[in-house]
């Protein structure tokens, strides 16, 4: 794939990234991660970079999303939840298997980001219904 088609085909990705559509952007990123490693073109430093930058930032807005559809289906009744139970439920229900390095992370960033109303304590967060 030349330079123009990549540039092309990352911008695409950028673009489902702001619809919210990871899956999608996912997989033409892994695409342009391929024809990167194939070494077909040598890609200038600054295309190569754009790639692996939206790829992480892909990957994590993916998992902030899966996060949170887990927690915003926990029963309202309990005011608390392992990191431990959304690890295992984000395995069982979404199929993500991160490690809870990362899932800690994730959520972490999204209580920065004022889109989980909660507290980490220890191995747990702690919900905050007002």
Known sequence: MNPKEFMKLLNEARELMTQGKYTEAIVILETLKNSDKSSEYDYN???VHQLYQLDSNCKSAYHQ??????????????????????HKLLRVKVDL????EI????VELLILR?????????????????
């Open 45 to 47: 430093y600054d295309l």
């Open 65 to 86: 999303q899966k996060i949170l559809e887990i927690i915003k289906n926990f029963p309202i009744t309990k005011n608390s939840i392992k990191f431990e139970e959304i």
């Open 97 to 100: 298997n991160i490690s809870e």
């Open 103 to 106: 899932l800690r992370r994730e």
């Open 114 to 130: 004022n889109l989980l109303s909660c507290k980490i304590e220890g191995d747990r967060l702690i919900f905050s219904h007002h």
